[in-house]
């Protein structure tokens, strides 16, 4: 069965430190994979990665994507109270799951001031 | 361009009634997803549209349903409530062209509440 597991699932930081969020993956016919984040609402779309786009970056966020290891990292440098949130990882399948997401349980981040 | 809207945003119905949600996707976006998210499953995939026609369903029962009308929007049904079914649901809009990569964007959601 395809699944997501994001760890850790809880994160305690202050402002300014770096972290890593980790998502692997177990999905027979890989398509993309997707990170968002989820504050109060709605996850607001970060990173989508693909075989042909395995690093993508933005401002103090970046990620990359192991296609042969089957895992992707989420980097925050600098961290603000801003970033806290719950971070999901995401993929895409092809064939007959398309338009599906299957989602990870999400890293929960806390930055203190 | 104007977000994915979805009404209403709050909702409380009790056990038995029928629901009825709503999403209005991003403008030129064919496809739109629904989501179940609830503390103890996390989200989950209900089922997508495309040009009017299902092309993918979750494992769900069939008392959800929904439907996409000509102009990309959508409703999602789910009759005879169930105290299980309080939860955010999401729908998300994407352009949905076969062969390409999509990112979905998601609307605020709406909070159903079964007393």
């Known amino acids: 069965e395809d699944k997501v597991v994001q760890s850790p699932l809880s994160l305690v930081v202050h402002e300014g430190d770096t972290v890593t969020l980790n998502c692997s993956y177990e999905?027979?016919?890989?398509?993309?994979l997707l990170w968002y984040k989820q504050e109060k609402k709605a996850p607001t779309f970060l990173f989508m990665l693909t075989s042909s786009g395995i690093e993508k970056k933005s401002g103090r966020l970046s990620s990359i994507l192991d296609k042969k290891e089957l895992f992707s990292i989420l980097n925050i440098t600098a961290t603000q109270t801003g970033d806290s949130a719950v971070y999901l990882c995401?993929?895409?399948?092809?064939?007959?799951?398309?338009?599906?997401?299957?989602f990870g349980q999400g890293t929960i981040l806390t930055v203190h001031p | 361009k104007a977000g994915v809207t979805q009404t209403p945003r709050y909702l409380i119905k009790t056990r038995g009634q029928q629901v009825t949600l709503s999403c209005s996707p991003i403008?030129?976006?064919?496809?739109v997803s629904w989501y179940q998210q609830t503390p103890g499953q996390g989200l989950q995939f209900l089922f997508e549209?495309?040009?009017?026609?299902?092309?993918n369903k979750g494992n769900f029962p069939g008392r959800f349903s929904g439907r996409q009308f000509s102009n990309s929007r959508s409703e999602m049904n789910v009759s005879t409530l169930e105290l299980g079914d309080s939860a955010l649901y999401l729908c998300a809009s994407f352009l949905g062209l076969a062969g390409s990569y999509n990112e979905q964007f998601f609307g605020p959601g709406t909070r159903l509440t079964v007393l």
């Open positions: 403008s030129g976006h064919r496809s």
């Open positions: 995401a993929f895409s399948a092809g064939g007959t799951s398309y338009g599906k997401l299957t």
């Open positions: 549209y495309f040009s009017e026609t299902q092309r």
């Open positions: 999905v027979t016919n890989f398509r993309s």
